[in-house]
Structures are given as C-alpha cells and as structure tokens.
C-alpha cells in the first residue's frame, strides 16, 4: 500500500467516523421538537423509534434523509478517490461505509451512544453494488411486511449483502470482508432486539403514519 492510497483511507476512516456520528433523530428531535429522542421509546437514536414517538411525517422522513445523506456523501467521495486513483471503487465505498456506520454506533459526539446503522449500510450498498442492493432491498421489504419487525427485516437484509456479493463475483476477498463485517454490526447492534423477541416484548412495526408512545 503506497503513501497516497494511506492517506486517502486515512482521512475517509476519520471523515466518515465523524460525519457518520451526527445522529438525524437526535439533531432533529431538539431542534423540532424540544426533546430528546434518547429519553422516548426504547431510547434508541433511531428512524424507528422516532417514527413511534412522532408519527411518520415531515420530519420523520427528514431524520431518513439526514442519515442517509451523511453516509452517502464521504462514502461517494471515497469511492470516487479510489476508483480514480487505485481501480478500486467498490473497495473504497466498502471501507468508508463501514467506518461511516461505526461513527453511527459509537458517536464521539454522543459519549460514543449512537444507533444501529441499518440507515448508513442501506446509503453504503448502492455505492458497493447496486445489484446486491436491489436484493438487499427486496429482501428487507419482505420480511418486514411478513413478521412486522424492523429488527428482523433489517438484520435479514444485513447478513444477505455479503452472500448476494459473493454469488455475483467479481469483488475482492478484502470487500467481502468489509461487507461481512457491516453485516455483522448490523446484526450485533440489534442484539437487545432478539432478546425482546424472545421475551414477546418486541413492538411490530406500524405501516401508518399515527404516534405509537
């Protein structure tokens, strides 16, 4: 690895961590609506759970678009750096999403208490490769409408990126890793949802617009 490719991932590593912390629901909760999301629902700094405490509205979707704009920008630039320098545009949004969804989970801006990062792989996989996206996708709105739990459906739709990647070949053992790795954040980040689910004590997750709190 030569000097330039370093300091481009680098600095992605720490821009994406940073810019990959700033937390929709947080930000915007104390902006509109003088609360904090984290003292709501189940706590969780989140899409899902502000969608229970405030409907699905204006600025519920809002909170999506953050998240998602966040993520999508330093892992474009990143992709775009290496792909232009290296030949190595799937690598470089692998690498970049992944540190964009570790600022998510463990914020430096919130006492390193973030997300689940659902959001930031979702941004990541279209950069990655769009086919496992469409796949990622599918899979995601299935589940959801058939069990009704975001936990599952999001979780589900984690672990089939890497395998989806590894039936379309052609990526590198070093983005399968990084994919299998985001996989597995996903998937550890929503651990206290499977035991809920084990308890009977998850919340099923409402298609309408109405408050759930």
Known sequence: MDIAMTGILCAAAVISYLLGGLNGAILFSKLVYHQDIRDLGSGNPGF?????????????????????????????IT??????????????AAFSGLFCMIGHCFPVWYRF?????????FATIWFVDWRMALVAVGVFFLVLVAFRYMSVA?????????????????????VLTLSALSAALV?????????KLAHHEESKFSFGSQKQL
């Open 48 to 76: 899902t759970n502000f969608k229970r405490a405030y409907g699905l509205n204006a600025v519920t979707w809002a909170v999506l678009v953050f998240d998602v704009l966040k993520t999508a920008l330093p892992v474009w």
């Open 79 to 92: 992709a775009l750096l290496m792909g232009h320098f290296f030949d190595l545009w799937q690598f470089g």
């Open 113 to 121: 208490k973030g997300g689940k990062a659902f959001i930031a792989g």
């Open 154 to 174: 999001s979780c589900t739709a984690a672990l089939c990126c890497p395998v989806t990647l590894c039936f379309l070949g052609g990526a590198s053992v070093w």
């Open 187 to 195: 998937i550890v980040r929503h651990y206290p949802n499977f035991v």
